[in-house]
């Protein structure tokens, strides 16, 4: 039970003294590449899908 209660200690040591947390400002940013770089690449897997079901409708009629 010993090494538990340490190990949770140690935990809250970490998260609350030993970590750097971001600003806002770098929050937002990172939150802005990540939905951009998102965005692009649904958009160029969908084209993809699109243009082989293109390529496949026009091989396989019917």
């Known amino acids: 039970m010993n090494k538990i209660v340490n190990y949770c200690k140690a935990c809250y040591d970490e998260l609350a003294h030993k970590t750097t ?3 806002l400002p ?3 940013h990172s939150a802005v590449v990540v939905l951009s770089a998102s965005l692009i ?3 160029v ?3 993809m899908d699109s ?3 293109w390529i496949m409708g026009n091989v396989y009629p019917g």
Do not use: K
């Open 26 to 28: 770098e929050l937002t």
């Open 51 to 53: 243009v082989f079901g």
């Open 41 to 43: 690449i649904a958009v």
């Open 21 to 23: 947390w971001p600003t």
């Open 45 to 47: 897997v969908f084209l």
